[in-house]
T-cell receptor
């Protein structure tokens, strides 16, 4: 069966510090991968998605970036965090290609920037 | 692109009553209509979905109905229980697309 992991589960970082959040998927190959951000009590904002290694599509201009160094690894980064980067970050995968429908979410990373 | 709305944004019901959440969308090419449930502090999870060639689907206490002509679909929860309290998101899409646009969410509270 497929599983998706995210770490860390929680993170407190000072403004201006770098960020690296990691997401890995097991039990599937060539998945579509997604990063979402969710502010408290708000909806899901799509940040990045990837249909393959090295292929990244950005949905929202910001100081975040994403990379996909391996088929089942998706990394969210920032060189300098802003207060507004605080939120609940969710990684998700779906089956690649035209088969992609259901999104399977990880447990999330709660980030607080102080 | 897809424009997705949900109504109501918040819903409070007594335990045992029914709850209905409506999702409207703009892209007539959408052919897959899922509902996700997000419990506090967790990622959303698929609870039920329907495809464009079906008008209704039921799974125990939850059901989804689709009106493709009017471009909306609804989540129905009967005999609500406190554990149904969560935020519910719809995410209509065309299955050949790579990304999904989620609705803004509906917060459901079931009062014991």
């Amino acid at each position: 069966s497929q599983t998706i992991h995210q770490w860390p589960a929680t993170l407190v970082q000072p403004v201006g510090s770098p960020l690296s959040l990691e997401c890995t998927v097991e039990g599937t190959s060539n998945p579509n991968l997604y990063w979402y951000r969710q502010a408290a009590g708000r909806g899901l904002q799509l940040l990045f998605y990837s249909v393959g290694i090295g292929q990244i599509s950005s949905e929202v201009p910001q100081n975040l970036s994403a990379s996909r160094p391996q088929d089942r690894q998706f990394i969210l980064s920032s060189k300098k965090l802003l207060l507004s980067d605080s939120g609940f970050y969710l990684c998700a995968w779906s089956a690649g290609g035209a088969r992609g429908e259901t999104q399977y979410f990880g447990p999330g990373t709660r980030l607080l920037v102080l | 692109g897809e424009n997705v709305e949900q109504h109501p944004s918040t819903l409070s019901v007594q335990e045992g009553d029914s709850a209905v959440i409506k999702c409207t969308y703009s892209d007539s090419a959408s052919n897959y209509f899922p509902w996700y449930k997000q419990e506090l502090g967790k990622g959303p999870q698929l609870i039920i979905d329907i495809r464009s060639n079906v008008g209704e689907k039921k799974d125990q206490r939850i059901a989804v109905t689709l009106n493709k002509t009017a471009k909306h679909f609804s989540l129905h929860i009967t005999e609500t229980q406190p554990e149904d309290s969560a935020v519910y998101f719809c995410a209509p899409m065309k299955t050949s697309y790579d990304k999904v646009i989620f609705g803004p969410g509906t917060s459901l509270s079931v009062i014991p």
